[in-house]
């Protein structure tokens, strides 16, 4: 997920969660018999949110049901396009190569995931390697996720990964760095017998 869109998601989050919690609260402390202050939307304990006046006070006037249906139309997409934004998959496509002409190339993301993969598995003691790129087609990003053997010392593989794989795809791709997520997980094994 991007930075930015990372931080809407947040704010917006926490703006409708302060609301529903500011609300929630009011209606359940004023349930429970605590005064409201005079300016609130309600007066007491049997009071409802929207009386009967209020809800059929515009609604004979010609602007009333476009409004409304504007308004909820427009909530609807933006709550549509906040899901599809948090819900999409952040795979880069392709990678833009520079070839030294002028021109620039195209690598396909997956293909570059795969050779990242296949090289990060050739290391001793790694049971399996997973890449995926982020980021942008000119600064990509890997995530890659290691699982290791019992064995195998995770300062160790973690230096083998940097130095061949990472280093590999970097100058075959003529990047100038490729910041790399790291994770590395222990792969389950039986107990050993000792005799």
């Known amino acids: 997920m ?37 300016w ?31 308004v909820l139309a427009v909530l609807v997409l933006l709550a549509l396009w906040w899901l599809v934004a948090v819900l999409r998959r952040r795979r880069l496509t392709e990678v833009s190569l ?22 990060a598995g050739q290391l001793d003691g790694v049971a399996h390697a997973h890449v995926r790129l982020a980021g942008t087609r000119t600064a990509p990003e890997a995530r890659v996720q290691l699982s290791l053997e019992p064995h195998v010392d995770p300062g160790v593989a973690l230096d083998h990964l940097t130095a061949n794989a990472l280093s590999h795809a970097r100058d075959s791709a003529g990047l100038e760095s490729l910041p790399t997520e790291v994770r590395l997980t222990g792969v389950k094994h039986r107990a050993e017998r000792v005799s």
Do not use: C, Q
Not at 5 to 21: F, Q, Y
């Open 98 to 119: 520079r070839t030294g002409d002028g021109e620039g190339a195209l690598l396909r993301g997956r293909a570059l995931e795969g050779v990242l993969a296949g090289d």
């Open 2 to 38: 991007r930075p930015v869109l990372r931080i809407v998601n947040r704010v917006l989050i926490g703006v409708v969660g302060l609301v529903l919690l500011v609300f929630g609260g009011s209606v359940l402390a004023v349930g429970l018999g605590a005064k409201p202050p005079s």
């Open 40 to 70: 609130w939307i309600y007066d007491g304990r049997h009071d409802v949110l929207l009386s009967a006046a209020r809800r059929t006070r515009w609604r004979s006037d010609g602007w009333w049901w476009p409004t409304v249906l504007a």
